[in-house]
């Protein structure tokens, strides 16, 4: 199974759930043309009581299991299925200042599924100044120039 595959199941499940998330992070720089690769897929949610029950109920649809692997640290929540199927699943992302925001920047795919703005993927990954966001920076600016040539 590849990365669009696997994207395409996850919106379907988030579709049943119910659950609205924005694709962030290095999966959606890919998205958008970064020469970039990633071993997850991180997804922007709202953090609500609600959301808690949906994400059990996502990882049920995804024959997955939830967990959180930083508890005490952060509010992250991850879904994982063997041997490849890894979401974490995030209330606050750096450099972003709400989920709506966030959400109104972003691109809809054909699919439904939400995908943030290469601006915002880049200036949370310089906020969050970790060693491996610093390396992909070259690759996300060059996806954002093309996007921008093209418009």
Known sequence: MNALSFLEEITRALKKVRLEAVLIGMAAGALQGADVTTRDFDFLIRPTKANETKLRLLAAELHGYLSQPYEGVSTMQRVTRAP????????????????????????????????????????????A???????????????????????
Request: charge should be positive; aromatic fraction near 2%.
């Open 84 to 127: 490849y199927l890894q979401i974490d699943l995030l209330t606050h992302m750096h450099a972003v200042r709400s989920f709506e925001g966030l959400k109104r920047r972003a691109t809809r795919m054909r699919s439904g599924l939400l995908v943030a703005d290469i601006d915002d993927i880049i200036r949370s990954k310089r906020a």
């Open 129 to 151: 100044d970790r060693p491996k966001d610093r390396a992909a920076m070259p690759a996300l600016e060059a996806a954002r120039a093309r996007i921008k040539n093209k418009t």
